[in-house]
């Protein structure tokens, strides 16, 4: 396998460290341009359930930025790797590293030594924690730290034997000095103290001369046994520091990995709801609490994901002053305690978009120390929400733009629509009713003209109805079983009766089933079609043809006109819209009226180029289960 | 058509509309067709009228100010077995099969010509000419059904058809040209509790479309009248 198309493994547990590894992988991978895996061990100790599923929680989050994810079962991490790494033929593997170990520790890694024992074909890639995340060790009391008190107390005492005697404070002082500051690194403040006090006691006891005689108020003494406290005081003193900005790195990491993974889940988020369950799945995940978006919706507050069970929680409007900026004196974007449970202000850059409501699974779950990543939470929260309500509004301002354009053209068309017709008949009329003669073949002319242009205004009237009752969703579909021979029939009779013979071949199968239609809105689309054929094709026959197929039964109108351009075989169904703006007849109204209807049928109607030219209408109409059975007696 | 059907004296049309331009067109076109004309711009006129001048057909619309059309045509029917059109906005299929079932004869839906109106006033007005006693043969359009004899013939040639499918052709000749809607058709073919079976009618009447039409697809005596009904027509092509 080429060496720059092996992938590269990452493995990951459930600490906050992973999304470092994650995102380490994933530059490396690209740098690189192979592909990565991101492993989970899952030895047979066993890690805690909730460890086990943030750790669910990081391989998702590989997955997203393009990992294969792999968990294996093994009996160790270093065996679970060393096998993985050989099947994948990884080219590197990434691991972490806490520096929870004394300096000289850090020199090696258990894993990676076992790993390097187990012949690993890898590069190993080892990141460290950032400097200053020490792992905290709560320093105590108990039985086996005050017997290594004593041990360490001990083994000085006995070093400092050793040391040729006669006053030789100079070289003891620093032997017990040191024993205090390892006793307190390890065992804490008290036993330091207690080690500071024991440590002048036995030197005074075994080391001073004469030996085990008690000189107490000799002035070496007592600044032995000054010089052992502030050892120990300074000692623990540093040690806090340390400590402190341990947990300070630790923390921010932890913070920045839950808020980068709600900061991802919420970007996904399309709706408030989707938002609300980031939300509280996120929530739930770092503060171990229930929460609650409430959203204003009227007068009253929408709860979301779930609704709110307790009625002991008030809502938001019971709150009384303090979720509004400037409501509150101090930050008020702190949480807010309230019966149990903590409300938080969503502020998003000009207004409030709602409460958030959390409530501790445990008792005093929630101190002021996790306050900071709760409000940083908050205004995520927030700022999702905001930019929901700002799409929204866009969409409903593209909407509106849509319809007003929709509007002008509207009213421009039947502007001159209606106007031609009507000045015609406008016009003839009033030369009929000029004194004067005119021959009786002009009279008859201006009088068909009369009745031709009234029936174009009174079709064009009819379609905008039906357009209008057919969108507005008034028109209810009257759907009853029938043949489809019938509605053929009732449309090329009328079309007959309307405009004279219709030039149309008809082919339908005689086994064709019943289909469930609305009679009068299908004659319609029949009626629209053939017309319109008729229109494109003069004289040249049409073809309408049906059969079924599995689930829906299909009709096919088809002209040998000259066709439509296939940029325009969408848009011809589109309101208004005509091919010529010098098109005889139609206003661009009969296909939106054969799209609406089928559409509210549950069909679907579309235009093609016909082979051998000419336009092919054909829809497809649903054919739900079995049509009903015949009457008994039938044939 | 100068002299309208009928005997000695013209028949006399009630027109009851409230729109004064359709009154104005229908008046001079019953008129100059012989007909003996009274209008009412009311519900309440034109029950008025009725009462008193008994015509022999109203020309009713549903539309109308005072009071709903159906209500007019229900208390017409409460005392006279005159023949009633309604006058119907277009696409207003439920109303006109309401106002069928409720016992008008036919409709006409706005907008119609002259010819279609005297068409069908012909069609209504010939039900009130007796034809029970001894005209028991219709016939038209290559078509011929013996109510007397039960015979069914087409182009001079015998057509078999089964026992319903008699029943229905019978149900429509009887209407005389005159719409029959669904409801009424399955009620007197298949007798009370066939309502709601609108699918059995459909598939008999394809299968009379089958034996006794030239071609099913374009019927020249089963007209369908899509969402209300079927009508028989016999007077040839057309």
Redesign the interface.
């Known amino acids: 396998m080429d060496a720059s198309s092996r992938p590269i493994l990452v493995a990951l547990g459930s600490e906050a460290r992973a999304l470092r590894l994650i995102q380490a992988a994933s530059r490396m991978a690209r740098e690189r341009g192979a592909p990565w895996i991101a492993a989970h061990v899952r030895t047979t100790a066993g890690p805690a359930a909730e460890d086990e599923e943030q750790a669910q929680v990081w391989l998702q989050e590989a997955q997203r930025l393009g990992a294969e994810v792999r968990v294996v079962r093994a009996p160790t991490l270093a065996q679970g790797l060393a096998d993985l790494a050989r099947t994948s033929h990884a080219q590197a593997l990434i691991l972490g590293r806490s520096r929870d170990r004394w300096p000289w520790a850090r020199l090696g890694h258990a894993t990676a030594d076992e790993l390097q024992r187990r012949g690993l074909d890898a590069r190993l890639e080892v990141l460290d924690d950032p400097p200053g995340a020490l792992s905290e060790r709560a320093p105590g009391t108990s039985f086996g730290a005050t017997v290594g008190t004593f041990l360490v107390l001990g083994a000085c005492t006995g070093l400092a034997w050793l040391v040729p005697r006669e006053g030789n404070l100079s070289l003891v002082l620093p032997i017990y000095l040191l024993g205090v500051a390892v006793i307190a690194h390890r065992w804490g403040q008290g036993l330091g103290v207690l080690a500071s006090a024991l440590s002048a006691l036995l030197y005074n006891f075994l080391l001073e001369t004469p030996r085990f005689s008690q000189a107490t108020g000799h002035w070496p003494n007592l600044l032995f046994f000054l010089a052992m406290l502030l050892a120990a005081q300074l000692v623990m003193g540093l040690l806090r520091r340390l400590r402190h900005q341990a947990r300070e790195v630790q923390r921010r990491e932890v913070h920045t990995a839950s808020l980068y993974l709600l900061g991802r889940a919420l970007a996904r988020s399309r709706t408030p709801e989707e938002v609300a369950t980031a939300a509280a799945e996120h929530i739930g995940r770092a503060f171990k609490a229930t929460a609650w978006l409430l959203l204003p919706e009227g007068d009253a507050w929408r709860s979301l994901p779930t609704p709110v069970e307790d009625p002991a929680l008030p809502a938001p409007s019971e709150l009384g002053p303090g979720l509004e900026i400037g409501d509150r004196e101090g930050d008020p974007l702190e949480p807010l305690p309230r019966g149990g449970a903590f409300y938080l202000s969503l502020t998003g850059t000009d207004r409030s978009e709602g409460v958030l409501r959390i409530l501790p699974r445990e008792p005093g779950g929630l101190p002021p120390r996790t306050w900071e990543l709760l409000k940083a939470f908050a205004a995520q929260i927030a700022l999702a929400l905001e930019r929901l309500r700002w799409l929204e509004e866009a969409r409903r301002a593209q909407v509106e733009r849509e319809t007003e354009r929709l509007r002008s053209t509207l009213l421009g068309a039947i502007g001159h629509d209606l106007r031609t017709p009507l000045a015609a008949i406008h016009g003839a009329a009033g030369t009929l009713l000029l004194p004067g003669d005119l021959t009786e073949a002009t009279r008859r002319d201006l009088l068909a003209m009369i009745q031709d242009e009234s029936e174009r205004l009174a079709h064009l009237l009819g379609n905008l109805l039906d357009l209008t009752r057919l969108e507005s969703g008034v028109l209810q579909v009257q759907k009853e079983w029938q043949p489809l021979e019938e509605v053929v029939g009732a449309a090329l009779g009328r079309l007959e009766r309307r405009e004279g013979a219709v030039p149309v071949r008809v082919d339908l199968p005689p086994d064709l089933p019943l289909v469930p239609l609305d009679a009068a809105l299908m004659e319609q689309v029949l009626i629209n079609l053939l017309a319109n054929a008729r229109r494109h094709a003069p004289g040249r026959d049409a073809d309408l043809r049906a059969w079924t197929e599995p689930g829906r039964l299909c009709l096919e109108v088809a002209d040998r006109g000259p066709g439509v351009p296939e940029a325009f075989l969408e848009r011809i169904f589109d309101k208004f819209f005509r091919l010529s703006e010098a098109g005889e007849g139609g206003v661009g109204l009969g296909l939106a009226i054969c799209r609406a209807i089928v559409q509210a049928h549950g069909g679907e109607i579309r235009a093609e180029a016909r082979p051998g030219g000419g336009t092919a209408f054909r829809i497809g109409l649903p054919l739900p289960g079995d049509p009903p059975s015949l009457p008994e007696g039938a044939p | 058509m100068t002299a309208p059907p009928g005997g000695a004296h013209p028949p006399r049309i009630l027109v009851v509309e409230d729109e004064p331009a359709l009154r104005r067109f229908l008046v001079p076109t019953l008129t100059g067709q012989g007909y003996q004309v009274l209008t009412a711009a009311t519900a309440t006129e034109g029950l008025a009228q009725a009462r008193s001048h008994n015509p022999d057909l109203v020309l009713l619309d549903l539309g109308l100010p005072d009071l709903d059309g159906m209500e007019v045509l229900c208390r017409l029917r409460a005392w006279s077995r005159r023949p009633i059109v309604i006058l119907s906005a277009?696409?207003q299929?439920h109303d006109k099969v309401r106002a069928l079932d409720l016992g008008a004869d036919d409709y006409l839906a706005k907008?119609f010509?002259a010819a279609e109106l005297l068409a069908r006033l012909r069609v209504a007005l010939r039900r009130t000419i007796p034809t029970e006693a001894g005209d028991t043969v219709v016939a038209g359009g290559g078509l011929r059904v013996d109510l007397g004899r039960r015979e069914v013939s087409l182009e001079g040639r015998p057509v078999h058809l089964?026992a319903?499918e008699y029943r229905l052709l019978e149900a429509l000749v009887r209407r005389n040209g005159r719409v029959a809607t669904h409801a009424q058709l399955l009620a007197e073919v298949?007798g009370p509790g066939g309502e709601g079976?609108?699918?059995?009618l459909?598939?008999y009447?394809?299968?009379l479309?089958r034996k006794l039409e030239a071609?099913?697809?374009?019927?020249r005596h089963f007209?369908?009248?899509?969402?209300v009904g079927y009508r028989l027509h016999l007077d040839g092509p057309?």
């Open positions: 277009r696409n299929e907008p010509g089964t319903l298949w079976n609108t699918h059995y459909r598939i009447m394809a299968m479309r071609d099913p697809t374009r019927p007209i369908t009248e899509p969402n057309g």
